[in-house]
DNA sequence: GTCTATAAACAGATAGAC
DNA sequence: GTCTATCTGTTTATAGAC
């Protein structure tokens, strides 16, 4: 099966370990389903490039931080200070890109299936995602946040005023069945990201200018 | 193993499978691990109660739903029509309510992983669960928020914005090791969840602020 | 690198004693 | 209702041919 493709075997597997993981959990993939999954590949493959199933889980890990960083760099850590305007449209874009990342790219779909799973079972690759791409970008959103309302980036109302932003665009992802089956949608295509968009504009921006003016 | 406890053996199978549905996936669990978890019961007990495995998870759905019920009564449908100060006031109760439960109640740890697993599996479990709490909740939340802003209570708007309400409340539940660990917290005491109240309900009347001075 | 064959452990379900 | 014993299938992991 060694072929000119530009995805390798080993990609091929930890693309359809993520997205079975994702699905339907690790203990309840199996090994035998991934390489079926990764286009009939061999079972005793997983033992050879990854040691271990638990080896390929962790791997799926590295992968995932790995991806979410070529897709959203991380900016450096000294930005102009830009003024409040200027963060707040800042903090629009992010906020709309990391919107159409969870509801639109579909890979997007594995990844935060497999991140959320991950998130409730506290292993060792929670760690590894935690440290990888949590940290940092709720750090960075911080710091847009306290540009754009002038206070402290890493004061506790900070950091929880940015969780409480980050769990409006998450509940998209994680409730979209949810969503979906109570507006009446037949899934999420791009209009009605849009009409989700609007919703969440609105709500950052009177949030952002309830603590403009009352700084707490 | 027939005592006089009020907790019947039945019940105590369901606990414990719940818990450990909710923490380790459906998959995950064994059940032998759940007739151990459930004070040492006896492996056959599981089919003899339950019919099978599966039937054992729909039982769980069921019993979910019957304490939420217990413990959320649905208000009745022809509410009194009250004022919009009166429906700010009554969401905030809510809001506070639904995040007290969901950061303080030990079982409501169990019970909102059962549901969050279930909700990215979308089997038959998830209709019950859909059915039984989330659908009416949600309407009754959409209908204070209508009479809170003077708009539609079944507009998409308004029932989006509920859902990004929702969403902020949830991720508190769902994302609370990322919180702890960002937050520099051993955990979510009374005094955290406080913490977490003044951010969400400063949200709340921010949004529902700009939604009665701009009602789109 | 990729395959088959197989080992060793464990799953859910059931039969039947008590 | 609760138990033991067991059947049947499937799991991960490994040994070894090619």
Redesign the pocket.
Known sequence: ??DNDPQS??DLVIAAAIRLFGHQGYEA?????IALAAG??????????F????GLRRACAQEIVARIHRIFPTAPDEMPAAGQAAAERQLETLLSLFLDFMTQVPEAEDLAAFVLRELTESGEVFDILYDGVIADRHRQLCRLWGQATGTDPESETTRLTAFSMLGQVLYFRIGRPVVVRRLGWSGIAPAETEQIKKILTTNLSAILAAYREDPE
Chains 1, 2 share one sequence.
Do not use: D, F, I, P
Request: aromatic share 8%; hydrophobic share 25%; proline share 0%.
């Open positions: 099966m060694q075997t080993r993939t199996t090994v035998r389903q009939g590949q061999n079972v005793a493959l997983v033992s050879y490039y040691g271990s199933k638990e």
